[in-house]
Nanobody, 121 residues
Framework: QVQLVESGGGLVQAGGSLRLSCAASGSIFSINVMAWYRQAPGKQREMVAIITSGDSTNYADSVKGRFTISRDNAKNTVYLQMNSLKPEDTAVYYC???????????????WGQGTQVTVSS
């Protein structure tokens, strides 16, 4: 079994910073892509940032220049440093990983349980 466990969410004032972490554990052979998504009330889940196994990154236009995604492959962990937070960043943030649990097995998608980020104005 594979688990993704997020931490680091909370309440912060506009202009503040938060750092989210997501650790993947279990029967992991290799991790391809790791990413952060978010879902605000009444809205669809959207991609925030993505990082490949080769450390290539991509960001949603709304967070470019403010958020930074990184990963520690030795720890199977992905981070999201969020600076200059805005009220519109308020959402539940979900960790995602596309990984193999065995060398001959296909890659599958796994999700964390989500962590709430609330930015007050």
């Amino acid at each position: 079994q594979v688990q993704l466990v997020e931490s680091g969410g909370g309440l912060v004032q506009a202009g503040g910073s938060l750092r989210l972490s997501c650790a993947a554990s279990g029967s992991i052979f290799s991790i391809n892509v790791m990413a952060w998504y978010r879902q605000a009330p009444g809205k669809q889940r959207e991609m925030v940032a993505i990082i490949t196994s080769g450390d290539s990154t991509n960001y949603a236009d709304s967070v470019k220049g403010r958020f930074t995604i990184s990963r520690d492959n030795a720890k199977n962990t992905v981070y999201l440093q969020m600076n200059s937070l805005k009220p519109e960043d308020t959402a539940v943030y979900y960790c995602h990983a596309n990984l193999r649990t065995g060398w001959a097995l296909a890659r599958k998608d796994y999700w964390g349980q989500g962590t709430q980020v609330t930015v007050s104005s």
